[in-house]
């Protein structure tokens, strides 16, 4: 019998793809520099391919062109959601090179920021042309309301894109999830920590539930 | 002309929105910018610079047209070499890159930007024979593409050199005391921006960039261009780099460059745009990438 509900499942599992009409949504991973979009990224990508996306900084801007996985099979109660997972560069209205001088030399830092304000372009361009859905990472340590998350979050309803906020950095102290829930009542919004990769199950419960 | 493709040369006047699907000539969508002001700045110290081939590109209309009588004369006494000579000889540069560029000034502004390379030639050649046309017409591809390659590439520079240096050497010193004495009425004049707004400006800045220099012999100028004399147009002059900047703010209101490695980005701006910049440099020279080129590359990476 065994064999049976295997084989039965796994035929579903096909059908489930034939009929999913669309080619995978691509989920485009958003926020402010160093909310730990790269951090999350790895994480899903880790876990459900075996693979990361990009190399992860404690300084601000690592990350500079957008990264793409793509065929990211996640499963959840027996369902598989597939997705592309775009992991952008941290969306700012400044970039100083300053900013890095403690840790680079001026001219890696100018480099550096230079790369990053292209970077920028780069995920707004995304944004408008590329993405099906929005993961909104914001470090729960930090105030939410500033004029990048309240003007990204708006392009991103008015494109009507589901979006989902992920409160990251709960293993911090400072960390504050209501503060973002109560920035963004309209939005759902789901705790974790990417890098210690606390509550992911409640984090594919719900990419499976926005984005499948 | 602020702008000005990388790879070809032709260049846009501020605010066209040819560009934004890429260089209509080549398809080549890396594009610099340089701002009128600093271009003319450029020009004033012009003479003798290779680098600020720009600039001269831009004393274009009287120059040029000078330049061209003085050419047409010599031409005229060397009737063979018109033809056969023409293509890979400096002096068919030479001698084409005035004409055309008076050519376009006079007859027609409103020409294409391509075609103004063949134009250059075709005029060039000879204002005597017309038969001749057709064959020369084929020789603007040939030579916009060494040019091109010049501009890009040091190596395919040498040989054009070479050429040019035995045969040319007369016609060079004839050439340069043209061009120098045309230089120094243009600057004078204010002519300028009356011919640098135009199309026309564009064309003799092919010639003028390629072969200016080829034939005015300037040893000394080839090595610079190798490394991308476009890329030099606009920071050759280093006080104009602010001015440079800030006309780039002004265009680009999505991405303001306070000093180097100190950025203001407009998100909307930024949103709202359908190519977006791609590359940025502090000389005021950046890439686009325009939505076709976009999608290429996307595919390409899966």
Redesign the interface.
């Known amino acids: 019998m065994g064999l049976f509900t295997e084989l039965k499942d796994s035929i579903s599992r096909v059908t489930d793809r034939l009929f999913s009409e669309q080619e995978p949504k691509r989920i485009g991973i958003y926020g402010p520099p160093n909310a730990g979009k790269t951090t999350l990224a790895n994480r899903i990508a880790r876990d459900w391919t075996g693979d990361a996306i990009g190399a992860e900084s404690h300084i601000p801007h690592e990350t500079r062109r957008a990264r ?1 996985k ?1 065929n990211v099979d996640i499963e959840r109660n027996g369902k598989t959601v597939t997705i592309d997972i775009v992991d952008t560069p941290g ?8 900013e890095f001088t403690d840790e680079l030399d ?1 001219e890696d ?2 480099r550096r ?2 790369e990053a ?2 970077g ?3 995920a ?2 995304w ?4 993405v099906d859905g929005v993961i909104y990472v914001l470090d729960s340590a930090e105030d939410p309301i500033t004029q ?1 998350n309240t ?2 979050i708006g ?1 991103i309803e008015s494109r009507d894109l589901p979006v989902l906020i992920f409160a990251n950095k709960t293993d911090l102290e400072d960390s504050s999830v209501k503060r973002i829930e109560d920035a963004f009542p309209q939005h759902t919004t789901v705790p974790l920590s990417a890098k210690e990769g606390d509550n992911m199950d409640e984090v594919y419960d719900k990419i499976a539930e926005f984005f499948g | 002309m602020p702008h000005q493709c990388t790879n070809c040369g032709r260049t846009f006047a501020d605010g066209s929105k040819e560009m934004l699907s890429g260089c209509p000539d080549c398809g080549g969508n890396k594009f610099q910018f340089a701002p009128a002001t600093a271009a003319t700045a450029d020009s004033s110290g012009g003479a003798g610079d290779t680098e600020a081939a720009d600039a001269e590109s831009t004393e274009s209309g009287s120059v040029t047209s000078r330049a061209t009588e003085t050419v047409r004369d010599w031409i005229t006494r060397d009737d063979d070499s018109t033809d056969g000579r023409n293509r890979q000889s400096p002096d068919p540069a030479v001698q084409s890159t005035p004409d055309g560029s008076s050519a376009a000034v006079e007859s027609e502004q409103s020409w294409p930007s391509s075609g103004e390379a063949d134009t250059t030639e075709a005029d060039g050649a000879t204002g005597e024979a017309f038969a001749e046309w057709p064959e020369t017409a084929r020789r603007p591809e040939n030579r916009t593409d060494t040019q091109t390659e010049t501009i890009d590439e040091s190596g395919d520079r040498e040989p054009s050199h070479q050429q040019s240096d035995e045969p040319t050497t007369t016609l060079a010193d004839d050439e340069n005391s043209a061009q120098a004495d045309a230089r120094s009425e243009v600057i004078s004049a204010g002519d300028l921006p009356t011919h640098t707004d135009g199309a026309a400006v564009s064309e003799p800045r092919h010639g003028v960039d390629a072969d200016e220099p080829t034939d005015a012999a300037t040893a000394g100028d080839d090595q610079p261009p190798e490394h991308g004399r476009v890329v030099s147009e606009p920071s050759g002059d280093r006080p104009s780099i602010d001015d440079l900047r800030e006309e780039l703010n002004k265009q680009f209101e999505s991405i303001k460059i306070v000093r180097p490695g100190q950025y203001e980005l407009n998100l909307m701006e930024l949103y709202n745009r359908e190519e977006y910049i791609i590359s940025l440099q502090e000389d005021g020279r950046y890439v686009i990438d325009v939505p076709d080129s976009w999608r290429d590359s996307g595919d390409s990476d899966e």
Do not use: G
């Not at chain 1, 944004?127 to 590329?130: A, F, G, M």
């Open positions: 793409r793509e969306v700012t209205t400044k970039v100083d090179y300053e001026e830092a100018i920021s230079r304000t292209e920028v372009a780069e707004m361009h944004l408008r042309e590329d990048v003007m990204l392009i």
